[in-house]
């Protein structure tokens, strides 16, 4: 019969509503005092033992945890040393016990280890280990533990304190110096005594191993005793065994290592062999075999792409890759290529005659396949690292090039949800222009084209049959040329032909730098400012099209680099179209964008068009993020819907686009023209910053009358060192902002500024 004590825990689990209020109040109420209490420790072990019911363990184990997490220092060594008994005699003594009183039990015993392991209980996996001859509970702890050390103590999935961190690597580092063989092996005897025997528990065993593969020296699992089990487990008929058979081949095949080593352990394992018979049908668990599939030759591939991309990049910056690395290098691709040829057929299959995880399973690795082998790409690989040596067959790789290009320029890729789509902003942003890779022959022959050692006139005459189809191809689409030239291309909407020949332009500019398109061959510049001319019809033409504003702007900052200050004419027409009534978050910060990067490169020469734009620009931010826009990020919001975060999310980009310009405005020389705008102008661009550091001061200032100095020295420090106030003028500087007059400090600011030397201008880069 249940007394006071196992009657008020049922009172603590009872469901809302089916006991008293003050009755579960008042259990409430004893069961806080008795945990409180000097004999907490006693009443739980006591009731752990004796009681028959659940709930009563399931209160004395969380107790318990809690306790050994904020009062195990009270114990005395043989109070330690009673409950680390109890606790393992509960584990073993109780075969009926639930599974999640087992979990919570081994849950307790790890948080003592966490406090006497290795330093007072160096051998406590080792007692655990001695345990096992006991039988399935003492298996099934063993298994416990390691799932709870794994989640409670060494996870980098968990977020941990500082404190905590140190001490989960220090627990790491004892396992590793005192434990982790000793774990290796008597799971490797475990699982050879329980696979057959009993399914389950080899299985649990298994997914408690997995979590240790990629932290743990690679010799305790990938050796001659514990690999073999582990394919004598992939031919079981117990499907949760197979799959967690599969997981643990997993995470040794992905564990985190250089090429060679990696290729090295794969064919160690021998497991390609006995993948590649999967080729007539995975023969159980199938989204585990997939997945195993597909993580086997996923990290062959990345392997092979690495041994690729040192030997290329070696020769990218003109270090010499000596003969005998080469064809070490060779060999190892060699030899993994053989591997993947050799697990291809089983790949196929399982993506023709497998469901919907095995598809998910294996498409990810056979996407990445086709994208290594995509030879636009290795083209222009070869083209950047040979870029020298290659120019005397410029013409002929042009010649042979230009009909290639020509298709590409034609037939864009179609519009795509996906993770290969292009970079864009906003609900729609997921749905752009996927990339298409074959974009990359127009990189390779801008980086052909664009050497300063290539004869001007070949160069110009390349170039210009590079570019001029290009710029047609615009025309046409905006509706300002003939019309296309071939019946396809009439099928194509014109946004994705405009896309795909500002996509061509830009790639083809990489290779060009702006002295030798202004300096050195004016005529290469003209071919560019010919584009660009054509260009910046394109937000007038076809407007709100989210994916061809975003390959225009990236069109647009490539041409600044390109041209230099032959491109700034152009922009006031593209930042018009851009900053306009209705624009939304994203467009404004893409405009904002494109402005920094013009005050960055023209400084004082953006003077004109800042003082026009200007005012427009922030009277549409502030339109745009309202009147109750917290510039200061105070507000913390709650969980807002999906669509309401996501508009957060882009009032957010423009606010530090925002900032980034008004930075901008005041480090490169054009403050006058803000200084010079009328007063609803200065107070949009003060108001928000104002905002902010009311709201800085407010937090540095409050605290103590310490940090208050501080940040008034601080200050004085800025403006008198920096800016050469009086200290005077700097101490009333800073009582205006955290006063928060706009209006006050407006007029302050520019007679302040007014009365200053202006700074020189940089010149241009």
């Known amino acids: 019969m249940a007394d ?91 075969p009926g016990l639930a599974p999640f009183l087992r979990a919570k039990l081994a849950q307790v015993l790890v948080g003592v280890a966490c406090r006497e392991f290795p330093s007072a209980w160096p051998a406590f996996f080792q007692d655990l280990i001695a345990t096992l001859p006991a039988g399935p509970p003492a298996a099934d702890l063993f298994c416990r533990v390691l799932v709870a050390v794994d989640e409670d103590v060494v996870s980098l999935e968990v977020p941990r304190s500082a404190a905590e961190a140190r001490a989960s690597m220090a627990f790491k580092d004892a396992m590793r110096d005192l434990a982790l063989p000793d774990v290796a092996a008597a799971a490797t005897q475990l699982l050879a005594a329980s696979h057959a025997a009993d399914p389950p528990a080899a299985a649990a065993l298994l997914r408690a191993l997995a979590r240790y593969v990629h932290w743990v020296d690679i010799g305790l699992v990938a050796n001659d005793r514990f690999v073999p089990l582990l394919f004598g487990v992939l031919g079981s008929r117990d499907e949760g ?55 086997l030759a996923t990290e062959i591939l990345e392997a092979v792409k690495k041994i690729e991309n040192a030997v290329l990049s070696m020769a990218a910056v003109g270090l010499a890759v000596d003969d005998e690395a080469g064809r070490e290098a060779e060999a190892s691709a060699r030899g993994a290529c053989a591997l993947l040829d050799a697990l291809f057929p089983a790949l196929l299959r399982a993506l023709g005659g497998g469901g919907e995880e095995v598809v998910a399973a294996v498409l990810p690795f056979l996407l990445s ?44 890729a179609a519009e795509l949800p996906g993770p290969k789509a292009a970079p864009g902003r906003g609900p729609g942003g997921a749905a752009l222009t996927a990339v298409d890779d074959r974009l990359y022959a127009f990189e390779a022959a801008g980086l052909l084209l664009g050497q300063e050692e290539m004869e001007a006139g070949v160069e110009a005459a390349w170039l210009a049959a590079v570019l001029q189809p290009l710029t047609r191809q615009i025309e046409e689409a905006l509706g300002e040329g003939p019309g296309p030239s071939n019946g396809s291309a009439a099928l194509v909407p014109p946004a994705l032909m405009v896309q795909q020949a500002l996509e061509g332009i830009t790639r083809v500019a990489k290779g060009f ?9 004016p005529a290469l510049g003209a071919e560019f ?35 230099g200050p032959a491109s700034l004419p152009f922009m006031p027409e593209v930042l018009q179209a851009l900053v306009r009534e209705g624009a939304d978050a994203c467009e404004l910060a893409d405009a904002l964008i494109l402005l920094n990067q013009l005050m960055s490169r023209f400084r004082d020469g953006m003077a004109p068009l800042i003082r026009d734009i200007l005012p427009v620009l922030l009277s549409c931010v502030h339109a745009v993020l309202g009147p109750d826009w917290d510039w200061s990020g105070a507000a913390v919001p709650g969980s807002p819907p999906a669509a309401s975060a996501e508009t957060a999310r882009e009032k957010e980009e423009l606010q530090r686009a925002f900032f980034a310009c008004l930075l901008c405005v005041a480090t490169m020389g054009l403050a006058d023209q803000l200084l010079a705008a009328g007063s ?77 030397p202006r700074p020189a201008a940089a010149k241009l880069d």
Do not use: N
């Open 529 to 563: 400012t010919r584009a660009l001319r054509c260009a910046i019809q394109v937000p007038r033409r076809l407007p709100g099209h989210r994916a061809l504003r975003a390959r225009l702007l990236s069109f647009l900052h490539r041409m600044v680099e390109t041209l």
């Open 680 to 756: 609803a102008t200065l107070d949009g661009a003060l108001g928000p910053l104002l905002q902010t550091l009311h709201r800085l001061l407010s937090v540095w200032m409050e605290p103590s009358k310490e940090s208050g100095a501080a940040i008034t020295t601080f200050a004085v420090e800025k403006f008198a060192g920096e800016l050469g106030w009086p200290a005077a003028a700097s101490t009333q500087l800073l009582q205006l902002i955290a006063d928060g007059d706009h209006k006050v400090l407006r007029d302050f600011l520019r007679q302040a500024l007014q009365q200053q």
């Open 369 to 412: 396949y086709v994208g290594w082998r995509r030879a636009a790409y290795l083209l222009c690989r070869l083209t950047k690292a040979l870029r020298g040596p290659l120019r005397g067959a410029a013409q002929g790789v042009l010649a042979a090039l230009a009909p290639h290009l020509a298709a590409i320029a034609a037939s864009p």
């Open 4 to 94: 006071d004590f196992e009657k008020a825990v049922f009172y603590a689990f009872a469901q809302p509503g089916t006991a008293p209020a003050d009755v579960s109040a008042r259990a409430g109420a004893a069961l806080e005092a008795a945990r409180a209490g000097p004999q907490a420790w006693a009443l739980c072990l006591a009731h752990l033992r004796s009681s028959a019911h659940a709930e009563v363990k399931f209160w004395c184990l969380q107790t318990l945890h809690g306790l050994v997490g904020e009062r195990y220092g009270e114990l005395a060594p043989d109070q330690r040393d009673a409950l680390k008994s109890a606790l393992v005699g509960t584990a073993l003594g109780d």
């Open 513 to 521: 730098s702006l002295r030798l398109c202004t300096e050195l061959r």
């Open 241 to 295: 065994l197979r799959a967690a058979a599969a997981g643990v081949l997993i995470e040794i095949v992905g564990k985190r290592m250089e090429a060679e080593p990696k290729l090295a352990l794969i064919q160690q394992l021998g497991v390609v062999p006995e993948a590649a018979k999967w080729a007539e049908g995975l023969p159980g668990a199938e989204d585990g075999d997939a997945g195993l599939l597909a993580c």
